[in-house]
C-alpha cells in the first residue's frame, strides 16, 4: 500500500535551518510529482510548490520562493524540503503529498511540526 | 491566483442530521482538458487531510456514501446526510486546475 513516511518533529532557533524528508513507498516515485503543504498552528492548508520527481526541477508558489529548496534522492524514494534562515512564522506541520492528476492528493505523508522559537 | 471562498466557517450538527458545505471560486475551475479539478478533504484533529471527493463528484476508494459532491463552474458543493461523530473536523475544497493550488480555509463541522 502507498505510504508517506515524513521525519520526526524539529525544534530550531531563528536564523538556523531544517530539513524534513519524506519517504515514498508502495508506488513508483518518479510517476507522480511531490507536494507540500504548510499548516501553521490553528491555521489552514497552505500549499507551498512541488518537485518533479522525474527530473528534480523545483516549483515554488510565491510565499515559498527564498528560503524554502526541494530537493529529492530518487534513489530512496525520498522527498526533501529544506528551510534556511528560520523565523518564527515557519512554525507550522509540513506535508507531503504525491499528486495524480486523477485524484489530485490520495495519500499524504503524516506531517512534520517545525518549531521555531528563540 | 483563484480564491477559494468556502462557507460556513463553523457548521453545527446533530447526529444523523445532514449538511451542505459550499466551495466558490473567483474563476472557472473547468481545465482545458474538459476536467474540473475540484476536490474535498476532510481533516481528523491530530491528523493529516483526507480524501473524500475527486473532480467534483467521485467519491475515493473506502469513503461512504454519506458523501456526495456537486458543482460546475464556479460553484461546488458537499454534502453530508445522517453525519456520524467520525466526520467531526475541518473540511477544506482544494483547486488544481490553476497554479497556484489553492484551498478554501476550511469548515469545521461540530456537534450541535
Redesign the interface.
Known amino acids: 500500500q502507498i505510504q508517506l513516511v515524513q521525519s520526526g518533529p524539529e525544534l530550531k532557533k531563528p536564523g538556523e535551518s531544517v530539513k524534513i524528508s519524506c519517504k515514498a513507498s508502495g508506488y513508483t516515485f518518479t510517476d507522480y510529482a511531490m ?1 507540500w503543504v504548510k499548516q501553521a498552528p490553528g491555521k ?4 507551498m ?1 512541488w518537485i518533479n520527481t522525474y527530473t528534480g526541477k523545483p ?1 515554488y ?2 510565499d515559498f520562493k527564498g528560503r524554502f529548496v526541494f530537493s529529492l534522492e530518487a534513489s530512496a524514494s525520498t522527498a526533501n524540503l529544506q528551510i534556511s534562515n528560520l523565523k518564527n512564522e515557519d512554525t507550522a506541520t509540513y ?1 507531503c503529498a504525491p ?1 495524480n ?6 495519500y ?4 512534520t511540526l517545525v518549531t521555531v522559537s528563540s | 491566483d483563484v480564491l477559494m471562498t468556502q462557507t460556513p466557517v463553523s457548521l453545527p450538527v446533530s447526529l444523523g442530521g445532514q449538511v451542505s458545505i459550499s466551495c466558490r471560486s473567483s474563476q472557472s475551475l473547468v481545465h482545458s482538458d474538459g476536467n474540473t479539478y475540484l476536490h474535498w478533504y476532510l481533516q481528523k484533529p491530530g491528523q493529516s487531510p483526507q480524501l473524500l471527493i475527486y473532480r467534483v463528484s467521485n467519491r475515493f476508494s473506502g469513503v461512504p456514501d454519506r458523501f456526495s459532491g456537486s458543482g460546475s463552474g464556479t460553484d461546488f458543493t458537499l454534502k453530508i446526510s445522517r453525519v456520524e461523530p467520525e466526520d467531526l473536523g475541518v473540511y477544506y475544497c482544494l483547486q488544481s486546475t490553476h497554479f497556484p493550488l489553492t484551498f478554501g480555509s476550511g469548515t469545521k463541522l461540530e456537534i450541535k
Not at chain 1, 44 to 47: A, D, M, P, Q, T
Open positions: 507536494h489552514g492548508l497552505k500549499w510548490g516549483t508558489a510565491d506535508f499528486y492528476s486523477g485524484y489530485g492528493f490520495a499524504w505523508g503524516q506531517g
